[in-house]
């Protein structure tokens, strides 16, 4: 038999079977036919005009809505701005993947996915609700069991979701916006501390190529360009930690001590921060106790929160609302890691090399001595030729 006719014969029957089992396959099953089944979990073009978002989760609800000038803020006292980059991916997460397929449409087997126990919400400015979603059980293999709205349904997708209902996870916690340590043109550090409360330090530049420089710097010194680089860094990146309400003891014992930063931007800006933070109070007198017997640990001391107050010539209408309300509080770090006397600021200037240092004798070529002798070669004397016989 020819081998050259077999293979083409296989290569006409093998599509031929093909287009046979396709038009006799069996119907899909009932639940392929649902019109969700295939399409996305959530349509981006229906969330565009999303203008609030509620999230459930581990029996709490939060609400994310859209302010005046197109800034997501957290609700809640106070208001504060939301951290929108993570509203984007949350909406991502939503959007990309798509239904696999419809799980049951059954009451009793529906009460047991724990649909409910998570979900979110979309609705636009007028409040129409533009998703609708309840979470439930992971099944094997990492779909996630869903439901809209009322619907007697259950769907399975892959999200990769993970819903947290938690406000302090979802504020934007900078308190300075738009500023980065090179847009720094000079800044002005305080020191209520010290003997005589020495007046502000001011340091300054001309570009942010340019070396620092100020009028209080000392005979033979110069800015210490490294502890400036610092507090530049931590002021332009400044977040809070939490809220704390104003009238609260914590904030009252606070705002009589403060210290005072300013800085201005190459292009205009001011912004002062203002540090509060209470004193250490006395050590406690101690114990008496009987011979022989250890004292008492001394109690824990009482928390010193360091807040600060922010005052911007562009200033953040949310932030500025909350200040009226609320203090901000920092990391302790922050306020530590501040300059504590203006010497801090400054560092002797590096000694230019003397001009009347000996010059380093050049480096001899290698295997060449310039204190040895010349070589001298001792040839053998020269032995007389005997005659020719």
């Not at 709490?60 to 006292?77: I, P």
């Not at 798509?98 to 919400?121: H, M, Q």
């Not at 295997?367 to 070669?377: K, Q």
């Amino acid at each position: 038999m020819r081998l050259r006719p077999l293979l083409l014969t296989v290569a006409v029957l093998v599509p031929i079977s093909g287009l046979v089992w396709w038009l006799g396959r069996p119907a899909p099953a009932a639940n392929g036919t649902d019109p969700r089944v295939g399409q996305r979990v959530a349509d981006p073009a229906a969330l565009a005009s999303a203008a609030r978002v509620t999230i459930r989760s581990s029996e709490k609800t939060l609400e994310l809505a859209l302010a005046d000038g197109g800034r997501w803020t957290v609700s809640g006292e106070p208001v504060l701005p939301a951290d929108a980059s993570r509203l984007a991916r949350l909406t991502g997460d939503l959007v990309t993947p798509k239904i696999e397929r419809l799980v049951s449409t059954n009451p009793e087997r529906l009460a047991g996915f724990e649909l409910g126990s998570a979900g979110l919400a979309y609705a636009d400015a007028e409040g129409k609700t533009l998703l609708a979603l309840d979470l439930g059980k992971t099944l094997e293999g990492g779909a996630r069991l869903l439901r809209y709205g009322d619907e007697p349904k259950a769907y399975a997708a892959r999200l990769n979701l993970w819903l947290d209902a938690e406000p302090a996870s979802w504020r934007d916690t900078a308190l300075v916006a738009g500023l980065q340590a090179s847009d720094i043109a000079s800044i002005s550090i305080s020191f209520p501390d010290t003997d005589g409360a020495a007046s502000p330090v001011v340091v300054s530049r001309a570009s942010a190529t340019e070396p620092w420089t100020s009028p209080s710097t000392p005979a033979g010194q110069q800015v210490k360009s490294s502890v400036v680089s610092t507090q530049t860094s931590n002021l332009s990146s400044l977040r809070y930690t939490q809220v704390t309400p104003a009238g609260s003891e914590t904030v009252a014992a606070a705002r009589p001590h403060a210290r005072e930063l300013s800085l201005t931007t190459f292009a205009g800006r001011s912004i002062k921060f203002t540090f509060f933070r209470a004193p250490e109070p006395p050590a406690p007198p101690a114990p008496e106790v009987a011979e022989g017997e250890e004292p008492p640990p001394p109690p824990p001391a009482a928390p010193r929160p360091v807040f600060v107050e922010v005052v911007d010539s562009q200033p953040d209408a949310i932030l500025a609302a909350a200040a009226q309300t609320h203090a901000f509080e920092i990391s302790e770090w922050l306020f530590t890691g501040l300059p504590a006397a203006p010497e801090a600021l400054f560092e002797p200037v590096p000694a230019p090399p003397s001009a009347t240092t000996p010059a380093e004798p050049a480096p001899a070529q290698s295997g060449v001595s310039v204190t040895t002798p010349p070589l001298t070669v001792e040839l053998p004397e020269a032995t007389p030729e005997e005659p020719a016989p």
